[in-house]
């Protein structure tokens, strides 16, 4: 997945702004492209998995898109989990609802949450 260099400034003006100012550098377009890719990538597993969406720091998951195609990568083998205890701990992100806060099911909010990108508003 690749980032439009002219994306990025999108992104950084409005994070210096909450920063208290600075000027651009190149750590602070990395940190904007890693946003815009796993905005994209959210994006994306949810147009082909749906599901609930969760609040997150960083942005709105796709909690439910994830969890499919992780099982569906899991089936054929293309990840495995070294061990026991780090199985549970990754499944119990993507199966217990009570450490979630999610978009109301059907609500404007998670309808409009991937429709368009933050950094074009």
């Avoid at 495995?80 to 990754?90: D, F």
Wanted: hydrophobic share 35%; proline share 12%.
């Amino acid at each position: 997945m690749t980032v439009s260099p002219r994306i990025v400034p999108l992104v950084i003006v409005p994070l210096l702004t909450a920063c208290g100012g600075g000027s651009p550098v190149p750590e602070r377009e990395e940190i904007a492209g890693s946003f815009i890719r796993q905005w994209k990538l959210n994006k994306a597993l949810y147009e082909q998995y749906g599901g609930r969406i969760i609040f997150q720091q960083g942005g709105p998951e796709p909690l439910d898109a994830y969890r499919r195609f992780l099982e569906d990568s899991r089936a054929p083998g293309d990840f495995t989990i070294a061990t026991a205890p780090l199985e549970t701990e990754l499944w119990r992100h993507y199966c217990d609802d009570s450490i979630h806060s999610f978009y109301p099911p059907g609500s404007p909010e998670e309808k409009e949450v991937f429709a368009a990108p933050p950094w074009a508003s």
